[in-house]
Structures are given as C-alpha cells and as structure tokens.
C-alpha cells in the first residue's frame, strides 16, 4: 500500500508540466505526425530500459546459480529468473512487432500519417 501511494505521488509529480501548460493561453495545435512519432519514442525508451533490466537480471541469475553450489532451493530460483527474462524478452519482441505494424498502418513511407497523405496527394 506504501508503494501505490508513491507511485502514484510520482504520477502526479509527472503530470505537474502538462498542467501547468492546459493554464497557459497560448495553446498549439499538435501535429498530425506527432503521435505517430510520440509512440516510436516512447516504445524505444521501453524497450531500452527493458533490455537493461534483463541484461541485469540475467547477470544476477548468472551469478546465483553459479554461487548455488549445494543449495538447490538457489539454483531453483536462478532458473526461474532465468525463465521469466527469456519470457519477458519474448513480450518485448512481440510488442515491437505490434507498435512497428500498427505505425506502418497509421503512417506511410514518408512518415507522414497516412490518411492525410492520402486527402492532399488525391488526383
């Protein structure tokens, strides 16, 4: 319970800029191309803190069942970690193909969202 209210301290603490700008009287149009962008962004930063985390993880894994030595109670929990960074690994794969094809829909070749392509390059 400790940790939610943190956690959601933290969430409001985030949220203190994109307040700060709905008070502000000089609001700008987003463009058409920026949530496009916004969640290739976001899903790069995912995936790289991911990875970091399971680097870590596998690391710590590594080093548990290699100190395991007569403690099977150990080496079970080494495997564990292990299995779980491989499924967690296989997620995050599964996730970029997701964000990667539905950007591909959304957006063309140019980068440029597609239905707007579409209304302005109409013969």
């Not at 969640?39 to 990875?51: C, D, E, K, L, N």
């Amino acid at each position: 319970m400790k940790y939610l209210k943190i956690l959601a301290l933290l969430a409001l603490a985030c949220l203190i800029p994109v307040i700060a700008q709905a008070q502000s009287s000089s609001m700008t149009a987003v463009d058409a191309n920026a949530i496009p962008k916004l969640i290739q962004t976001v899903s790069i930063w995912i995936r790289v803190i991911a990875y970091t985390v399971s680097v870590g993880t596998i690391i710590y894994a590594g080093i548990l069942y290699i100190g395991s030595g007569d403690n099977p109670s150990n080496s079970t929990t080494a495997k564990n970690a292990l299995k779980a960074v491989v499924i967690g690994l296989t997620i995050i794969v599964l996730a970029e193909v997701i964000v990667r094809t539905t950007l591909g829909f959304v957006t063309d070749s140019k980068n440029q969202v597609g239905i707007n392509s579409i209304l302005h390059n109409s013969p």
